[in-house]
């Protein structure tokens, strides 16, 4: 029987396509634990089976550790990965299927690196050159019935050529740098794993200069002066001063003297709704209104997209075509008696979105479907509430809102309090409870009526340093400056977090980051210019439309990294010397807790024995044999607090799925007297089921005895 073989990207998808092509009539068959689906659409057959993301990956064929290395192959990812064994039984089942289909139908994500998953499955497990493409941005059974009966004729060859292109230039750089990095500081005497890439580097170079700008700054002083009146606050008008001399003349001028209102005013202004999401801008909410990570925001959204409950989250745009029936989508979400309100009174409008600027050519901007999540935990919630209020809000009309101003005169001086309020609510009412804006109303005052001056304030203040980034201000950043796409940005910030460059969600360079900058600045600026680094992207896109070949770009960049790395190379023994120092003090820091609170002259520092199990030993070992277990399983970090009760350092351990937790490391600290015990009440629920349990025993083994001599009295009668 010959059929056509369609291929999702992941066995969710595979699912959902199923069952919108069959009505939910798809039979599913197993092979171990790996599923694929049959059924018949418009007599033909169908199969459908799944990847579970790449199955395949770019690796060097030569395992000699040096560099520079351009010899690269394709392989299946669980070749390459050890982590990746449980890719081996897809790949197989996509081969048998492969070899009894006489078409073949792409339907992983419609993005750079969906088709590359496609293209290399089909290169490499089918043997095929070409087949169509299913294009869908949501996994709705009407969007995905569309795309497969009006299938594209072919793959979208540019995307594919762009994506593999990609790929081999990030392994290029990432294999040659991170080898050149790691190898220095071998041959300095010692083993650490340094890496950098393509964008690592340029990202973690403008995260060092902002780092040093703060490390470098110096507060500069500066005075202000406000009038407290019984209705508000007011600012001087002129600003800050910059020398107190001038700002104490002006205070004493007007000290214990009243005021007059000069001029009010009152001006109303239309707030426009907000634009449609994108990924950033969904991560950045998030974040601000819920302190979730960009990455976690990008895998909910994900959970969400298999669900069909929303569109395609990796898209750039802030677009809503008039094509993806809004009424539809809204009568929907109006059956979910949590948005009924909400969706009625969008309903009852003209249904046009405030759009933004940014498009994307493969997918709209991120929208609910109508269709209801399931299983979502707290934090899912949070994320489908936002995007669902999001697009009841573009909908909305403008909020009005007011700002006032009151100039008061005190002694000729001015001083200016200005507030603004909401006049009418309109798309706040659908966004909320996330819209945040400061509401300040002002009094309705005359011009010339006398004020009384409660108080004046006179602030001495300092300037202050740049802000520090955080985990969605520089996924922002990131995107402004050109450097990844938006589908990677978020893990290459958690791969600079991974490798020991940065700390902290207000983020941190830390030292070992600090010096591989400055390393790479000095021997080989171009590894972290972000000119480079926008080139490649530029030409990236170049590929997409079939402007240019991948093969002109890899060839350019293997000139440019030989230059590159032969520079490098002449300075290895200096580089070395300068990233051992900074690596190992950096490790060395990272592992000291504080003081030992038993000798109080050496310091607590985390370790391993030699069976590999962790705790944290005195540094005066012998002297001092203070010792503390530590958790076998999950991360562990240093916090630089210490526990109340027993002045023993706390640690965060973080566990993969699961929360991160603060840990005092002293087992008989006076907080876990009550560890494993049973509440007193538990206890004597526990006495008591055990007194009833041994009763009821005795009674059964005591009637099973009578039954049995009863029993034997019968057979003897």
Sequence with gaps: MSYNLII?????????????????????????????????????????????????????????????????????????????????????????????????????????????????????????????????????????????????PH???????????????????????????????????????????????????????????????KPVPYFELESHTKYFIA???????????????????????????????????????????????????????FGIKPSET?????????????????????????????????????????????ATKVLAGSLIPNEGKKTDDAHPAIHPTGERPKDLTDRERKIYDLIVKRFFAVFGTPAVRESMAITLSIVDEEFIAKGSRTVEKNWFELYEPYVRLDEVSLPDLTEGDSIDIKKLAFLSKETKPPNRYNQASIIRELEKRGLGTKATRAEIVGNLYKRGYLKEDRIEVTPLGLKVVETLEKYCPEIISEELTRKFEGEMEQIEKSKLKGKIVLDDAEKELTTILEKFKKNEGDIGQSLLDSAFKAQEEENILGKCPKCEKG?????????????????????????????????????????????????KVINKGRKPWLLCIDPKCPTKANWGKKPAATKTVAKTTKKVTKKTTKTVKKTKATATKTKKAAVKK
């Design 235 to 289: 600012q001087y008008k002129k600003g800050a001063f910059s020398k107190k001399e001038d700002a104490q003349l002006i205070f004493d001028k007007c000290k214990d003297k009243n005021g007059v209102i000069l001029k009010t005013e009152r001006k109303k202004y239309n707030n426009k709704p907000p634009t449609p999401f994108n990924l950033t801008d969904l991560q950045v909410e998030a974040h601000k209104l």
């Design 298 to 342: 990008q895998k909910i959204s994900q959970k969400l997209y298999e669900q069909a409950a929303m569109s395609y989250p990796r898209t750039s745009s802030q677009k809503l075509p008039v094509a993806l029936d809004f009424k539809t989508i809204l009568t929907k979400l109006k059956s979910n008696i949590t948005y009924d309100a909400l």
């Design 603 to 651: 310091n607590l520092r985390m370790m391993k024995s030699r069976t590999g199990s962790r705790f944290v030993g005195c540094t005066s070992y012998p002297d001092c044999k203070n010792i503390y277990p530590l958790p076998r399983m999950g991360s562990i970090q240093k916090t630089g607090n210490v526990c109340e009760k027993c002045n023993t350092p706390f640690v």
């Design 8 to 152: 999702a990207e992941k066995p969710s998808a595979a699912k959902k396509i199923a069952d919108a092509l069959s009505n939910g009539g798809a039979q599913t068959t197993r092979v171990g634990q790996v599923s694929y689906h049959t059924l018949k659409r418009n007599g033909k057959n169908v199969v459908v089976a799944c990847a579970v993301g790449h199955l395949y990956g770019v690796t060097a064929i030569s395992k000699a550790w040096t560099y520079p290395i351009f010899d690269i192959e394709w392989l299946a990812t669980h070749k390459i990965d050890k982590h990746a064994d449980y890719t081996k039984k897809y790949l197989d089942v996509i081969k048998k299927l492969a070899k009894g289909a006489d078409s073949f139908v792409i339907a992983t994500d419609l993005d750079i690196e969906g088709e590359t998953i496609a293209y290399n499955i089909l290169k490499y497990a089918c043997k095929q050159n070409d087949a169509k493409r299913m294009k869908f941005s949501t996994l709705t059974k009407k969007e995905l019935e569309n795309s497969y009966d009006n299938a594209l």
């Design 155 to 217: 793959i979208l060859f540019g995307l594919a050529e762009a994506g593999s292109t990609r790929h081999v230039l990030d392994f290029y750089f990432g294999i040659n740098v991170s080898r050149a990095l790691t190898l220095a500081v071998r041959h300095a005497g010692k083993y650490k794993l340094l890496t950098a890439g393509r964008v690592q580097g340029p990202a973690l170079n403008f995260l060092a200069k902002r780092e040093k700008e703060i490390s470098i700054f």
